[in-house]
């Protein structure tokens, strides 16, 4: 049989000593993979290093030291047996008269005795004190133990024979005053009368807010809305502003509602209630988006009178709603 080898004759090609045979696969394969193996096997080695670096680093950090800021004592050392002790001394001997009585604690003061010799540490209480038409500081000092250093002291308080606030002060951020119309006349009754009452759904209504699942507390308060007055009312230097005629669709509202609690169960007569309002649209269709303490009115937000917890309601069951007098409506002081 003859032979299938191929034979190249003379051939120059085949017979070049200097060409180059071709590689094979296989072996660049394995050697691609042994040097891949060998980077990664470097990687890890690396890796392991930084990781040993870094954690002697972190272990060799000075510990940070405890804060030293400052700190807020509620209940001192002492607090209850100088109160008590004050309490008993005022209800003895009635030092201040028969009425008198604890009306608050004001707050303490770290003082250092000496006992045999020794220093020690004591707290002086401070208590107002009242019997009704006159008015002192009380100081108690307890050692931590709660002995009393000596008696009670006293110091006469000054207060004004009758108090006249000053409805007429204005807030910071504001432009100019702004005039009341009678539109929100009208709101300021309604929103008195709501807020004042027990009826809950009421209040919600007069506030116009836009959430639907929003709710507002009354102050569950007996008695009759008298009046409600709007003392003085400014643009607010926030929402939209016009600078050339220096209004804006905000404002703020002083206001004080009187209620008449003649006929209830306490009795108390004639009681008046002070409240700054933040008022959306003033000049148009008015609409109260907050209320607060008066003063507070640059620090309203819209709707943030919300209530979030469970709704309160009048004791006993009941419907004690106060509803303005024959005639009563929001009246209004420049």
Same mark, same amino acid.
């Given at each position: 049989?003859?032979?299938?080898?191929?034979?190249?004759?003379?051939?120059?090609?085949?017979?070049?000593?200097? @060409?180059?045979? =071709?590689?094979?696969?296989?072996?660049?394969? /394995?050697?691609? %993979?042994?040097?891949?193996?060998?980077?990664?096997?470097?990687?890890?080695?690396?890796? +392991?290093?930084?990781? +040993?670096?870094?954690?002697?680093?972190?272990?060799?950090?000075?510990?940070?030291?405890?804060?030293?800021?400052? $700190? !807020?004592?509620?209940?001192?050392?002492?607090?209850?047996?100088?109160? &008590?002790? !004050?309490?008993?001394? #005022?209800?003895?001997?009635?030092? /201040?008269?028969?009425?008198?009585?604890? *009306?608050?604690?004001?707050? &303490?003061?770290?003082?250092?005795?000496?006992?045999?010799?020794?220093?020690? &540490?004591? !707290?002086?209480?401070?208590?107002?004190?009242?019997?009704?038409?006159?008015?002192?500081?009380?100081?108690?000092?307890?050692?931590?133990?709660?002995?009393?250093?000596?008696?009670?002291? %006293?110091?006469?308080?000054?207060?004004?024979?009758? %108090?006249?606030?000053?409805?007429?002060?204005?807030?910071?951020? %504001? /432009?100019?005053?702004?005039?009341?119309?009678?539109?929100?006349?009208?709101?300021?009754?309604?929103?008195?009368?709501?807020? *004042?009452?027990?009826?809950?759904?009421?209040?919600?209504?007069?506030?116009?807010?836009?959430?639907?699942?929003?709710?507002?507390?009354? *102050? /569950? #308060?007996?008695? $009759?809305?008298?009046?409600?007055? $709007?003392?003085?009312?400014?643009?607010?230097? @926030?929402?939209?502003?016009? @600078?050339?005629?220096?209004?804006?669709?905000?404002?703020?509202?002083?206001?004080? $509602?009187? +209620?008449?609690?003649?006929?209830?169960?306490?009795?108390?007569?004639?009681?008046?209630?002070?409240?700054? +309002?933040?008022?959306?649209?003033?000049?148009?269709?008015?609409?109260?988006?907050?209320?607060?303490?008066?003063?507070?009115?640059?620090?309203?937000?819209?709707?943030?009178?919300?209530?979030?917890?469970?709704?309160?309601?009048?004791?006993?069951?009941?419907?004690?709603?106060? =509803?303005?007098?024959?005639?009563?409506?929001?009246?209004?002081?420049?």
């Amino acid at each position: 049989m003859p032979s299938m080898t191929r034979r190249h004759g003379g051939d120059e090609w085949f017979d070049d000593p200097t @060409r180059r045979r =071709e590689p094979d696969p296989d072996r660049q394969f /394995l050697r691609l %993979v042994a040097r891949n193996t060998n980077k990664w096997r470097w990687v890890q080695v690396a890796t +392991l290093i930084l990781a +040993l670096y870094a954690a002697f680093t972190v272990s060799g950090l000075p510990s940070q030291p405890a804060s030293t800021g400052p $700190v !807020v004592q509620l209940a001192p050392a002492g607090k209850a047996a100088a109160y &008590s002790m !004050v309490d008993t001394w #005022l209800r003895d001997g009635q030092p /201040l008269g028969a009425q008198a009585a604890i *009306m608050s604690w004001d707050g &303490s003061d770290e003082v250092t005795i000496t006992s045999q010799d020794k220093p020690v &540490s004591a !707290v002086a209480h401070h208590f107002t004190v009242t019997d009704g038409d006159r008015w002192w500081t009380v100081t108690e000092t307890v050692r931590a133990d709660g002995t009393a250093i000596g008696y009670p002291n %006293v110091t006469p308080v000054t207060v004004p024979a009758t %108090v006249s606030p000053n409805t007429q002060e204005a807030w910071d951020g %504001v /432009l100019k005053t702004a005039t009341v119309t009678d539109a929100l006349d009208a709101l300021v009754t309604q929103w008195a009368q709501a807020v *004042m009452g027990s009826d809950a759904d009421r209040l919600k209504v007069v506030m116009s807010d836009p959430d639907p699942a929003a709710r507002y507390q009354p *102050m /569950l #308060l007996d008695g $009759v809305v008298k009046s409600a007055t $709007v003392h003085k009312l400014m643009y607010a230097d @926030r929402g939209s502003v016009d @600078r050339e005629r220096n209004t804006s669709d905000r404002a703020y509202a002083r206001v004080s $509602v009187t +209620l008449d609690r003649s006929g209830t169960a306490k009795d108390a007569g004639q009681c008046s209630y002070g409240f700054d +309002l933040l008022i959306a649209d003033p000049d148009g269709t008015p609409h109260i988006t907050a209320w607060g303490a008066p003063g507070t009115a640059p620090t309203l937000e819209d709707w943030s009178n919300r209530w979030e917890g469970a709704e309160l309601r009048v004791p006993d069951g009941k419907d004690q709603e106060p =509803e303005p007098s024959a005639g009563a409506a929001a009246s209004t002081t420049s």
